[in-house]
């Protein structure tokens, strides 16, 4: 079992931006599908970005063109770059990877 540690997340202003990274304790090589989760207040947990394999990320249509998910697999570690934020955007984001989760980290949009 592998695990993940996020890091990154804080309390911006709405237009801000935040970059959440997520690091993990052994390569990322074997892992076929890796991502990005948030749960915002009251609601549940749902897939923000998604990479599988090879292709393109998928997004949630709320953050696209604002939300970049890439992986280093060098530093075995896989970001977000969140920009433009809303407040709607508030929530706990958790790193994925296939069965693997991590403790979530905090992200907070509000003026």
């Known amino acids: 079992q592998v695990q993940l540690v996020e890091s990154g997340g804080g309390s911006v202003q709405p237009g801000g931006s935040l970059t959440l990274s997520c690091t993990a304790s052994?390569?990322?090589?074997?892992?076929?599908?890796m991502g990005w989760y948030r749960r915002a207040p009251g609601k549940q947990r749902e897939p923000v970005a998604i990479?599988?394999?090879?292709?393109?990320?998928k997004y949630v249509d709320s953050v696209k063109g604002r939300f970049t998910v890439s992986k280093d697999d060098d530093k075995n570690t896989m970001y977000l770059q969140m920009n433009s934020l809303k407040s709607e955007d508030t929530g706990v984001y958790y790193c994925?990877?296939?069965?693997?989760w991590g403790q979530g980290t905090q992200v907070t949009v509000s003026s």
């Open positions: 994925n990877a296939e069965n693997n």
């Open positions: 990479i599988i394999g090879r292709e393109s990320p």
């Open positions: 052994g390569s990322l090589f074997r892992f076929v599908s």
